[in-house]
């Protein structure tokens, strides 16, 4: 059974739209993620959260802010979606930062925005 | 240049042959770890490494922090093998422990 759950699996958005993806883990880990993977640059950290209602950015935060209502639930909410933005999103879990503890991803959500 | 840089970006194997993938790092880096993308986009973690060597059925994973690179050997491939992998390394100190993914090697497995 998924521990790390995407929701939208895919989506068409407009240039200029309001987008939000949706993650939902049951691994019980402190830590969530959101990547954006394009190709040719592998995966690319964009806001990150270690406790509910806090978030930390990333690598490449402009242009997206993210969610942490509760430990099991992260989203990343694109304001106004722009063509550079589609990309596929992946959403992970870990029990801690640090690579030794192991990133559990979610399925990812293909995002195209028109 | 990229601080994590992969190589080749593709490779094609017939079934049963060895092969191996290569991460190389522009500075000294904490861990490195390996993931594997299946033609389904899902990402799983195959291998985390402080140092050394580890061994899981037909991979094997090296990290070298001091020569600064890292490599996956693929043993007997098989066509499930098929797929991105990706090595991802952890700089340590001011860089929070977040991981630096490289871009990628693609590889491919023929019958």
């Known amino acids: 059974e998924a521990a790390v759950t995407q929701s939208p699996r895919s989506k068409v958005a407009v240039t200029g739209g309001k987008v939000t993806l949706s993650c939902h883990q049951t691994n019980n880990h402190d830590y969530m993620y959101w990547y954006r993977q394009d190709t040719g640059h592998g995966l690319r950290l964009i806001h990150y959260?270690?406790?509910?209602?806090?978030?930390e950015k990333g690598d490449i935060p402009d242009g997206y802010k993210a969610s942490r209502p509760s430990q099991e639930n992260f989203s990343l909410i694109l304001e106004l979606a722009s063509l550079s933005q589609t990309a596929v999103y992946f959403c992970?879990?870990?029990?801690?930062?640090?690579?030794?503890?192991?990133?559990?991803f979610g399925a990812g959500t293909r995002l195209s925005v028109l | 240049g990229m601080p994590v840089e992969q190589n080749p970006p593709a490779l094609s194997l017939y079934e049963g042959a060895d092969s191996g993938l290569r991460c190389n790092f522009s500075t000294t880096m904490k861990s490195v770890q390996w993931f594997q993308q299946n033609h389904r986009g899902r990402l799983i973690t195959l291998f985390y490494?402080?140092?050394g060597t580890k061994e899981n059925g037909r991979l094997k994973s090296t990290f070298n922090s001091k020569e600064r690179y890292s490599t996956l050997h693929i043993k007997d491939a098989q066509l499930e093998d098929s797929g991105t992998y990706f090595c991802?390394?952890?700089?340590?100190?001011?860089?929070?422990?977040?991981?630096?993914f490289g871009t990628g090697t693609l590889l491919s497995v023929k019958p």
């Open positions: 992970a879990s870990s029990a801690g930062l640090g690579g030794q503890n192991t990133l559990y």
């Open positions: 991802a390394a952890e700089a340590g100190g001011g860089s929070g422990n977040k991981l630096i």
């Open positions: 490494l402080a140092q």
């Open positions: 959260s270690y406790v509910a209602d806090s978030t």
